[in-house]
């Protein structure tokens, strides 16, 4: 199954305005995209319904923990706001989890990696928020909406499944100060890392965190400058 990261409205998300690389690439190849999920091809919602929904889900977060924000969390969703995305699948995604982990509890990271963050007990024990977290947004967030708060929550989301919340600017943070604390990127190797690596051999957990560090550091960056939620697509 695929697994992308979206900047953008969430109106756009579910009526279906928005191209996943995927789809781009066999739009601009002529070539067929069919999307298939547990249910069968994904119906596009409505875009006017959608956003009403989110009027009251926003309302409802900032009535919740507006006390806690200097101003209050919002972002455009409109027609004419910007989505960008990219997709690091599964393997980068979990070895970015794994990797900030051991670099939150201080402990030596594997070398290899087979694919399952969700068995890595050092992973395990820095997924549940705690106070005092460098990296909370990256092993804890699932949902990151626009804003300068620190502190993170729990609430449902558009469907109502539960998700943590934390915000884009603290995501940013945390992913600069683990590329510092470890691979010690500058720009341009940040952009080679974003390219992806190719390797002979099975790539290394290193490798995979790399590209996913680099990827999510890119799609942060847009977030914050155009004020956009970051969401997880599967």
């Not at 070398?111 to 947004?137: A, H, I, M």
């Amino acid at each position: 199954m695929a697994f992308d990261v979206y900047v953008g409205g969430f109106s756009r998300y579910y009526a279906r305005e928005w191209e996943n690389v995927a789809q781009k690439w066999a739009r601009e190849n002529n070539t067929g995209y069919r999307m298939i999920g547990p249910d069968g091809e994904p119906q596009a919602a409505d875009w006017d319904q959608v956003t009403e929904i989110v009027s009251h889900w926003r309302a409802a977060i900032n009535n919740g923990i507006g006390k806690h924000l200097d101003s209050p969390i919002d972002w455009d969703e409109s027609r004419d706001a910007p989505y960008f995305t990219d997709r690091p699948g599964y393997d980068a995604y979990g070895a970015l989890l794994v990797w900030a982990a051991h670099a939150e509890a201080g402990t030596e990271p594997p070398t290899s990696y087979n694919g399952e963050w969700y068995s890595d007990e050092t992973f395990l024990g820095c997924s549940v928020p705690k106070q005092g977290q460098k990296y909370r947004p990256i092993t804890c967030g699932s949902l990151w909406l626009p804003g300068e708060f620190e502190f993170s929550f729990d609430f449902e989301d558009l469907t109502h499944e539960k998700v943590h919340i934390c915000s884009n600017h603290s995501l940013l943070r945390s992913l600069d100060e683990l590329n510092q604390n470890t691979f010690q990127l500058d720009s341009d190797q940040m952009a080679v890392a974003l390219e992806g690596e190719s390797e002979k051999e099975e790539p290394t957990l290193a490798t995979l965190a790399r590209f996913g560090l680099a990827l999510f550091h890119s799609l942060a960056e847009q977030s914050v400058q155009h004020q956009l939620p970051i969401r997880l697509s599967t």
